[in-house]
């Protein structure tokens, strides 16, 4: 009986302390893994001085981390640098000329930006990680062909 009540605290112990990355770690581990820098506390001017956006809360801002290490790791570790990204800018309520937007490539300066707390009134999960990707694409696009609407 101790025996269990003592495994039962090592694996709740284990999983509590697993589950509490925090930012700074999990930006760490993105950079290092993908070659890619994580801004989050800086505003970056981009190339048509169009975006705008605030800091992200720290709420949001750790799970979205969390997303963006789950889904970098499904593509190969050289991916971001074999299409020159440098940096993915994370914000909230993100913009480019007014227009809400949940993300905006460009890869003019090798930047990605990605509204933490989505667009619209969404910020699922689903709607996030399909912003990820679908944004991605596009800056995939123009480092092969020089057009995002390829």
């Given at each position: 009986m101790f025996?269990?009540?003592?495994?039962?605290?090592?694996l709740i112990s284990v999983a509590f302390i697993g589950s509490g990355q925090d930012t700074q770690t999990?930006?760490?581990?993105?950079?290092s893994t993908y070659r890619v820098d994580i801004l989050w506390n800086v505003h970056i001017t981009d190339s048509w001085s169009s975006v705008s956006?605030?800091?992200?809360?720290?709420?949001?801002?750790?799970?979205y981390l969390k997303l963006l290490q789950k889904e970098m790791k499904k593509y190969p570790k050289t991916y971001?640098?074999?299409i020159k990204l440098k940096k993915i800018v994370l914000g909230n309520d993100m913009a480019f000329s007014g227009q809400a937007r949940a993300a905006i490539p460009d890869p003019y300066k090798g930047y990605l930006?990605?509204?933490v707390n989505g667009a619209y009134g969404d910020a699922s999960v689903t709607y996030l990680t399909h912003c990820f990707?679908?944004?991605?694409?596009h800056y995939t696009e123009y480092s092969i062909w020089k057009s995002m609407y390829f």
């Open positions: 025996r269990n009540l003592y495994l039962t605290a090592i999990l930006e760490q581990l993105i950079e956006y605030s800091n992200p809360d720290s709420e949001n801002l750790t799970a971001f640098n074999t930006y990605y509204s990707h679908h944004e991605l694409h």
